[in-house]
């Protein structure tokens, strides 16, 4: 039996933290996940890792070679290789790859869930023949992973591609980031549901709704709600997609990329939301770029994309630096 | 004496075209121009490019070698090798590469003035060390050309970098693009020329600008009002740098560029400009990056950065494939 090159994809999420090993290909031979338990120390975290992993590979030594590992985890920076104070990890400011580097010897990159995501779509999913091309998870907020000549784009310090924290609504909503109108604010399973509430504030149309607390809605409930037919849920799809279509057309002009990718949880509600966002995009689209852009689903599972991005970012750095382990 | 390896650079503008030729260091050797004369077939422009072209560099022949020419034109695309209806010229869509290639048999490149510039600043300028970085042209509209990991930004079809289309103001001024609130409808040179307008129609304010037709009244004219102390025009300068500050913020979020560098009729007004729009990029930036993005003045001089661009993008080309003509 030959032996398989493997690399080792690690998303940290506020909740769990998901791994699993890839090989160059994007066959997932294995995954696992453990709780992240976002109050306790780094420290702890990486010992509670290290045991795992090590149960986890010791079965997998007998046919697998471990080539590197990627993480993806909440403000990861490319560069610098830390983790810098997550907004969800009780953490400050951890240098990842020297904590994963004690657990195995091998290269070792990080970034964020979101660039990961792209990197994975890139070398695995619908995006491999794509060179510009833009990831968007739409989850509790908005990340974007954006690829540009086949390439990351991590700017001068690896914290670009914030297409979440464009003001699309001057003196709009507040966001998490301190100021107002944010993108995610709208765009996001958070902004849905913000929408939901603002329209059952200004409307009188009946809704199941009107039932739920603002704690207890989830995107989940809305889209139910909007495939049974809920004028509340329907209209709060439709807007969020115009908002997010209005920004593909601004963003355009800048990337002029081949697609908008899109995932994660309200990217499930499908063409709810994809096609009032495509139709706005082509309503506000500089000229130029009309029809030449195009709004897809992520070709990722979608319980795979994080550890697959996260394997992809370091196969391409295997690959871009030649770095050989055979 | 040895033979001295050049590019020819030519910038095709509306009125007239300049070339000149330019070694691998940007030691730019002569500068010629023409007429352009934008209502005749490119046929006869090109005729007599060539006519010009030949009797310029027949002086030069004993001395320099061509290596290649570079083109910057209005809505020229880096890989179709053609202008493609440029607005202001009767072009049509003409094959830029291969009407030179007819003239000079050597390898040739185009893109638009923009992008040419920012290769210029890259290759030959202030950003020689940067990265990522953000060339804007502060002409009769707003041009840029964006540098992400060293190379720029063309996008799936040759046609990104317009950052004078991203909409700042929703339902804003009309803008030749027939949207309504784009940047360079705020910031450029026809841009502050609106705004004039429109301050001396809202206030009460004495200025000497209000004996000058709209037909007739230049940025150079607002700059001058401006330095006499003209409230108005002072006034329309702090307007503009904040509209393009706040885009400056929210297009940081994307890129995380390590500077805006700024070049062009407008920009040579200085701090009358960078000033506000510092001020404001900083006020609205997301935090991440507060105190990181230069605001900058272009490092090449006015009247050559179109050459020198246009000499850096063929110059780019032949170090990318190595195309050696020793």
């Keep these: 039996m030959s032996i398989i090159q493997v690399c080792l994809g690690i998303d940290i999420g506020g909740t769990n933290t998901v791994y699993g090993f890839v090989d160059k290909d ?9 709780e992240t338990r976002a109050q306790e120390p780094a420290g702890i975290f990486f010992k509670r890792l290290g045991e795992e992993l090590n149960k986890f590979s010791e079965e997998l030594k007998t046919r ?45 990159a990080v970034t964020n869930d979101a660039n990961a995501a792209a990197l994975g779509e890139l070398k695995f999913g619908i995006a491999k023949k794509m060179r510009n091309f833009i990831e968007i998870t739409l989850g509790t907020g908005l990340g974007s992973g954006i690829i540009v000549n086949g390439d990351l784009v991590y700017g001068q310090d690896g914290f670009a591609g914030e297409m979440g924290h464009i003001i699309v ?22 902004g849905i549901k913000r929408t939901v509430f603002q329209l059952l504030a200004e409307k009188n149309t009946p809704s199941s709704l009107r039932d739920i607390p603002f704690n207890q809605l989830t995107s989940k409930m809305i889209y139910d709600a909007a495939i049974s037919g809920d004028a509340i849920a329907k209209a709060a799809f439709r807007f969020t997609g115009k908002i997010l279509g209005k920004a593909f057309a601004d963003v355009a002009a800048l990337f002029s990329p081949e697609a908008y990718i899109l995932y994660g949880g309200l990217a499930k509600a499908g063409e709810l939301i994809i096609d009032p966002a495509k139709e706005a995009m082509e309503e506000n689209i500089l000229c ?3 029809d030449k852009v195009k709004v897809l689903h992520s070709g990722l599972n979608e319980g795979e994309v994080a550890v697959l ?8 750095e295997i690959d871009k630096y030649k770095i050989s382990y055979e």
Aim: net charge positive; hydrophobic share 40%; aromatic share 12%.
């Design 169 to 190: 609504v001057e003196n709009g909503r507040e966001c998490g980031c301190g100021r107002r109108g944010c993108l995610e604010t709208y765009a996001s399973a958070t």
């Design 288 to 290: 130029f770029f009309k």
């Design 26 to 34: 994007g066959k997932l031979y294995d995954i696992g996940s453990m």
């Design 64 to 108: 697998f070679e471990l080539a590197g590992v990627g993480v993806g985890a909440p403000n990861a920076n490319y560069y610098s290789g830390s983790v810098e104070n997550p907004p969800n990890l009780k953490w400050g400011t951890v240098n990842l790859v020297k904590e994963i580097q004690k657990i195995f010897n091998v290269p070792v």
């Design 309 to 316: 991005g996260a394997a992809a970012l370091i196969w391409n």
